[in-house]
Protein backbone atom coordinates (compact mmCIF):
# COMPACT_ATOMS: atom_id res chain seq x y z
CA UNK A 1 0.00 0.00 0.00
CA UNK A 2 1.17 3.05 -0.88
CA UNK A 3 -0.38 6.89 0.13
CA UNK A 4 0.95 10.31 -0.36
CA UNK A 5 0.63 14.48 0.95
CA UNK A 6 0.69 16.67 -1.77
CA UNK A 7 0.14 20.14 -0.77
CA UNK A 8 0.68 23.04 -2.98
CA UNK A 9 3.59 25.29 -1.22
CA UNK A 10 1.61 28.37 -1.88
CA UNK A 11 0.66 29.50 2.07
CA UNK A 12 1.78 28.23 5.02
CA UNK A 13 -0.34 24.38 6.36
CA UNK A 14 -3.46 24.91 8.51
CA UNK A 15 -5.60 22.37 10.24
CA UNK A 16 -7.65 21.05 7.32
CA UNK A 17 -4.73 20.44 5.21
CA UNK A 18 -2.90 18.55 8.01
CA UNK A 19 -5.80 16.55 9.28
CA UNK A 20 -5.96 14.64 5.47
CA UNK A 21 -2.05 14.64 6.14
CA UNK A 22 -2.65 12.46 9.88
CA UNK A 23 -5.53 10.39 8.03
CA UNK A 24 -3.30 9.13 5.32
CA UNK A 25 -0.43 8.58 6.95
CA UNK A 26 -2.43 6.30 9.72
CA UNK A 27 -4.03 4.62 6.60
CA UNK A 28 -0.66 3.36 5.79
CA UNK A 29 0.73 3.03 8.51
CA UNK A 30 -1.94 0.68 9.67
CA UNK A 31 -1.17 -1.30 6.64
CA UNK A 32 2.24 -1.23 7.09
CA UNK A 33 2.35 0.66 3.81
CA UNK A 34 4.49 3.38 3.00
CA UNK A 35 3.45 7.50 2.94
CA UNK A 36 5.44 9.81 0.41
CA UNK A 37 5.33 13.39 0.30
CA UNK A 38 5.04 15.80 -2.98
CA UNK A 39 4.82 18.97 -3.70
CA UNK A 40 2.47 20.47 -6.09
CA UNK A 41 4.68 23.72 -6.97
CA UNK A 42 3.28 23.98 -10.81
CA UNK A 43 1.90 27.71 -9.97
CA UNK A 44 5.20 29.53 -10.05
CA UNK A 45 4.01 33.38 -9.12
CA UNK A 46 2.17 31.74 -5.94
CA UNK A 47 4.63 28.84 -4.44
CA UNK A 48 7.19 30.04 -2.41
CA UNK A 49 10.83 27.91 -1.05
CA UNK A 50 9.79 29.62 2.90
CA UNK A 51 6.49 27.70 2.33
CA UNK A 52 7.75 24.42 1.23
CA UNK A 53 10.14 24.42 4.04
CA UNK A 54 7.64 25.37 6.30
CA UNK A 55 5.52 21.72 5.10
CA UNK A 56 8.44 19.85 5.95
CA UNK A 57 9.38 21.40 9.28
CA UNK A 58 5.21 21.35 10.27
CA UNK A 59 5.50 17.57 9.30
CA UNK A 60 8.04 16.67 11.61
CA UNK A 61 6.72 18.67 14.35
CA UNK A 62 3.68 16.87 14.31
CA UNK A 63 5.70 13.58 14.31
CA UNK A 64 4.65 12.85 10.48
CA UNK A 65 7.38 11.07 8.70
CA UNK A 66 8.19 9.75 4.75
CA UNK A 67 9.65 7.19 3.14
CA UNK A 68 12.02 8.13 0.08
CA UNK A 69 12.79 11.38 -1.57
CA UNK A 70 10.42 14.77 -1.64
CA UNK A 71 8.84 14.92 -5.45
CA UNK A 72 8.74 18.29 -6.75
CA UNK A 73 6.16 19.01 -9.68
CA UNK A 74 8.31 22.13 -10.97
CA UNK A 75 11.32 19.40 -12.16
CA UNK A 76 8.90 17.27 -13.92
CA UNK A 77 7.84 19.20 -16.83
CA UNK A 78 9.23 16.93 -19.47
CA UNK A 79 7.35 13.84 -18.03
CA UNK A 80 3.83 16.37 -18.20
CA UNK A 81 4.94 17.09 -21.96
CA UNK A 82 5.16 13.18 -22.86
CA UNK A 83 1.78 12.28 -20.99
CA UNK A 84 0.40 15.02 -23.06
CA UNK A 85 1.98 14.44 -26.59
CA UNK A 86 0.86 10.51 -26.21
CA UNK A 87 -2.91 11.84 -25.72
CA UNK A 88 -2.69 14.41 -28.41
CA UNK A 89 -1.23 11.44 -30.40
CA UNK A 90 -4.10 8.98 -29.66
CA UNK A 91 -6.52 11.56 -30.07
CA UNK A 92 -7.93 11.72 -26.74
CA UNK A 93 -6.81 15.17 -26.32
CA UNK A 94 -6.77 18.75 -28.56
CA UNK A 95 -5.44 21.81 -29.13
CA UNK A 96 -7.63 24.73 -27.90
CA UNK A 97 -7.04 28.79 -28.81
CA UNK A 98 -9.85 29.37 -25.97
CA UNK A 99 -9.38 32.13 -23.74
CA UNK A 100 -11.26 32.16 -20.28
CA UNK A 101 -12.87 35.19 -21.95
CA UNK A 102 -13.96 33.02 -25.38
CA UNK A 103 -15.63 30.40 -23.13
CA UNK A 104 -17.70 32.76 -21.25
CA UNK A 105 -19.14 34.52 -24.53
CA UNK A 106 -19.70 31.26 -26.02
CA UNK A 107 -21.72 29.75 -23.17
CA UNK A 108 -23.69 32.43 -22.78
CA UNK A 109 -23.41 32.61 -18.93
CA UNK A 110 -22.34 34.36 -15.93
CA UNK A 111 -19.06 33.00 -14.27
CA UNK A 112 -19.99 29.97 -12.64
CA UNK A 113 -18.18 28.29 -9.47
CA UNK A 114 -14.32 28.16 -9.50
CA UNK A 115 -14.09 26.62 -12.88
CA UNK A 116 -17.04 28.33 -15.10
CA UNK A 117 -19.50 27.34 -17.45
CA UNK A 118 -19.21 23.91 -19.41
CA UNK A 119 -16.51 23.79 -22.24
CA UNK A 120 -18.70 24.07 -25.39
CA UNK A 121 -16.20 22.02 -27.78
CA UNK A 122 -15.03 25.41 -29.79
CA UNK A 123 -12.07 24.17 -30.76
CA UNK A 124 -12.88 20.20 -30.67
CA UNK A 125 -15.05 20.68 -33.85
CA UNK A 126 -13.30 18.66 -36.81
CA UNK A 127 -11.77 20.62 -39.38
CA UNK A 128 -11.34 23.84 -37.16
CA UNK A 129 -9.08 26.18 -37.37
CA UNK A 130 -6.95 27.65 -34.82
CA UNK A 131 -5.82 31.11 -34.96
CA UNK A 132 -1.86 31.32 -36.51
CA UNK A 133 0.74 32.91 -33.76
CA UNK A 134 -2.17 32.50 -30.56
CA UNK A 135 -0.95 30.54 -27.79
CA UNK A 136 -2.83 27.27 -26.98
CA UNK A 137 -3.93 25.04 -24.28
CA UNK A 138 -4.70 21.21 -24.32
CA UNK A 139 -7.74 19.48 -23.80
CA UNK A 140 -8.71 16.44 -23.00
CA UNK A 141 -12.06 15.11 -24.60
CA UNK A 142 -14.52 13.71 -22.09
CA UNK A 143 -16.10 11.00 -22.27
CA UNK A 144 -19.94 10.97 -22.04
CA UNK A 145 -22.19 9.27 -19.03
CA UNK A 146 -21.11 9.20 -15.51
CA UNK A 147 -18.12 8.08 -14.10
CA UNK A 148 -18.33 6.26 -10.80
CA UNK A 149 -16.25 5.28 -8.12
CA UNK A 150 -16.94 4.24 -4.25
CA UNK A 151 -15.11 6.58 -2.32
CA UNK A 152 -13.78 4.87 1.12
CA UNK A 153 -15.72 7.64 3.57
CA UNK A 154 -18.76 9.29 1.42
CA UNK A 155 -19.61 6.06 -0.55
CA UNK A 156 -20.80 5.92 -4.08
CA UNK A 157 -20.08 9.04 -6.07
CA UNK A 158 -20.21 9.62 -9.38
CA UNK A 159 -20.41 12.91 -12.14
CA UNK A 160 -20.69 13.41 -15.49
CA UNK A 161 -17.72 15.17 -17.01
CA UNK A 162 -18.82 15.81 -20.05
CA UNK A 163 -22.09 17.34 -18.83
CA UNK A 164 -20.73 19.18 -16.18
CA UNK A 165 -17.46 20.70 -17.05
CA UNK A 166 -16.78 19.86 -20.59
CA UNK A 167 -13.29 19.36 -21.96
CA UNK A 168 -11.37 20.01 -19.69
CA UNK A 169 -7.30 21.59 -19.80
CA UNK A 170 -4.48 19.37 -19.08
CA UNK A 171 -1.60 22.03 -20.14
CA UNK A 172 -1.86 25.68 -20.25
CA UNK A 173 -1.68 28.19 -22.43
CA UNK A 174 1.72 28.62 -20.48
CA UNK A 175 3.29 25.03 -21.40
CA UNK A 176 2.25 24.28 -17.59
CA UNK A 177 0.78 21.47 -16.70
CA UNK A 178 -2.47 21.60 -15.12
CA UNK A 179 -3.49 19.71 -11.50
CA UNK A 180 -5.91 17.60 -13.24
CA UNK A 181 -2.98 15.75 -15.22
CA UNK A 182 0.37 16.22 -13.11
CA UNK A 183 -1.46 14.79 -10.23
CA UNK A 184 -2.50 11.79 -12.10
CA UNK A 185 0.72 11.30 -13.68
CA UNK A 186 2.44 11.22 -10.51
CA UNK A 187 0.24 9.02 -8.51
CA UNK A 188 0.53 6.63 -11.24
CA UNK A 189 4.45 7.04 -11.35
CA UNK A 190 5.24 6.87 -7.45
CA UNK A 191 2.48 3.85 -7.44
CA UNK A 192 -0.03 5.43 -5.45
CA UNK A 193 -2.30 3.08 -4.40
CA UNK A 194 -4.83 5.31 -2.17
CA UNK A 195 -5.15 8.87 -2.07
CA UNK A 196 -6.75 10.65 0.93
CA UNK A 197 -7.50 14.60 0.12
CA UNK A 198 -10.10 16.82 1.38
CA UNK A 199 -14.35 16.56 0.30
CA UNK A 200 -13.54 19.64 -1.88
CA UNK A 201 -11.85 17.67 -4.39
CA UNK A 202 -14.59 14.97 -5.09
CA UNK A 203 -15.50 16.30 -7.96
CA UNK A 204 -11.86 16.35 -9.62
CA UNK A 205 -11.83 12.24 -9.02
CA UNK A 206 -13.93 11.48 -12.32
CA UNK A 207 -11.88 13.71 -14.44
CA UNK A 208 -8.63 11.84 -13.29
CA UNK A 209 -10.21 8.46 -13.45
CA UNK A 210 -10.53 9.68 -17.21
CA UNK A 211 -7.22 10.19 -17.51
CA UNK A 212 -6.06 7.46 -15.93
CA UNK A 213 -8.40 5.28 -18.37
CA UNK A 214 -6.73 6.84 -21.38
CA UNK A 215 -3.36 6.66 -20.09
CA UNK A 216 -3.55 2.90 -19.12
CA UNK A 217 -2.95 3.52 -15.87
CA UNK A 218 -4.66 1.67 -12.90
CA UNK A 219 -6.38 4.57 -10.53
CA UNK A 220 -5.69 4.34 -7.07
CA UNK A 221 -8.86 4.20 -4.48
CA UNK A 222 -10.27 7.19 -2.85
CA UNK A 223 -11.00 8.59 0.60
CA UNK A 224 -12.22 12.27 0.46
CA UNK A 225 -12.01 13.66 4.24
CA UNK A 226 -14.93 15.54 5.18
CA UNK A 227 -13.68 19.38 5.73
CA UNK A 228 -13.47 21.60 9.03
CA UNK A 229 -15.07 24.47 9.10
CA UNK A 230 -15.02 27.42 10.13
CA UNK A 231 -18.05 29.08 12.41
CA UNK A 232 -18.77 30.81 9.49
CA UNK A 233 -19.34 27.57 7.63
CA UNK A 234 -16.88 28.17 5.09
CA UNK A 235 -13.50 25.35 4.80
CA UNK A 236 -10.58 26.45 6.70
CA UNK A 237 -8.14 27.79 3.86
CA UNK A 238 -4.91 29.57 4.32
CA UNK A 239 -5.52 32.81 4.51
CA UNK A 240 -6.51 31.99 8.04
CA UNK A 241 -2.98 32.70 9.89
CA UNK A 242 -4.46 32.31 13.30
CA UNK A 243 -5.34 28.43 12.19
CA UNK A 244 -2.01 27.41 10.38
CA UNK A 245 0.44 25.04 12.01
CA UNK A 246 2.99 27.60 11.89
CA UNK A 247 0.99 29.95 13.92
CA UNK A 248 -0.19 27.64 16.36
CA UNK A 249 3.69 26.30 16.88
CA UNK A 250 5.03 29.84 17.71
CA UNK A 251 1.77 30.38 20.37
CA UNK A 252 3.13 27.85 22.58
CA UNK A 253 1.02 24.37 20.85
CA UNK A 254 3.14 20.94 21.02
CA UNK A 255 2.90 18.46 18.01
CA UNK A 256 0.95 15.90 20.34
CA UNK A 257 -1.90 18.48 21.25
CA UNK A 258 -2.17 19.57 17.81
CA UNK A 259 -2.21 15.30 16.54
CA UNK A 260 -4.90 14.63 19.69
CA UNK A 261 -6.93 17.62 18.62
CA UNK A 262 -7.09 16.60 15.06
CA UNK A 263 -8.16 12.95 16.37
CA UNK A 264 -10.71 13.80 18.07
CA UNK A 265 -12.53 15.76 15.42
CA UNK A 266 -11.90 13.11 13.31
CA UNK A 267 -13.57 10.63 15.59
CA UNK A 268 -10.43 8.35 16.11
CA UNK A 269 -9.82 9.54 20.12
CA UNK A 270 -11.12 12.04 22.79
CA UNK A 271 -8.49 14.64 21.71
CA UNK A 272 -6.24 13.87 24.65
CA UNK A 273 -2.28 14.78 23.04
CA UNK A 274 -1.27 11.92 21.19
CA UNK A 275 1.51 11.13 18.93
CA UNK A 276 0.73 9.66 14.99
CA UNK A 277 2.38 6.59 15.59
CA UNK A 278 0.05 6.17 18.92
CA UNK A 279 -3.10 5.96 16.68
CA UNK A 280 -1.83 3.69 14.10
CA UNK A 281 -3.21 0.80 15.88
CA UNK A 282 -6.94 1.46 16.21
CA UNK A 283 -7.24 3.35 12.84
CA UNK A 284 -10.11 2.14 10.54
CA UNK A 285 -11.86 4.09 8.07
CA UNK A 286 -14.84 3.00 9.77
CA UNK A 287 -13.78 4.89 12.95
CA UNK A 288 -13.47 7.98 10.83
CA UNK A 289 -15.70 10.63 11.47
CA UNK A 290 -18.21 11.43 7.89
CA UNK A 291 -19.44 14.84 8.96
CA UNK A 292 -17.81 18.37 8.49
CA UNK A 293 -16.33 19.36 11.62
CA UNK A 294 -16.88 22.96 12.81
CA UNK A 295 -13.76 24.94 14.15
CA UNK A 296 -13.72 27.42 16.93
CA UNK A 297 -10.96 29.88 16.13
CA UNK A 298 -11.79 31.60 19.06
CA UNK A 299 -11.68 29.20 21.03
CA UNK A 300 -8.07 27.88 20.24
CA UNK A 301 -6.89 31.68 21.04
CA UNK A 302 -8.06 31.78 24.23
CA UNK A 303 -6.28 27.76 24.76
CA UNK A 304 -3.01 29.24 22.87
CA UNK A 305 -3.26 33.13 23.16
Not at 20 to 32: D, K, M, N, Y
Not at 96 to 118: I, Y
Not at 283 to 298: G, I, K, L, Q
Amino acid sequence: MRGRFAPSPTGWLHLGNVRSALLGWLAVRAQGGQFLLRIEDLDGARCRPEYTQGIIDDLRFLGLDWDGEVLHQSRRKAVYDAAVARLLDDGAAYPCACSRADVLRAAGAPHVGEEGPRYPGTCATPGVVLPPGKPTSVRFRAKAGPTSFVDELLGPQGHDVAAEVGDFVIRRADGVASYQLAVVVDDAAQGITQVVRGEDLTTSTPRQLQLFDALGWAAPSFAHVPLLLGTDGHRLAKRQGSLTVASLRARGATGPELVGLLAGWSGLSQGAPCTPAELVSGFTWASVRREPTVVDAAELDRRWP
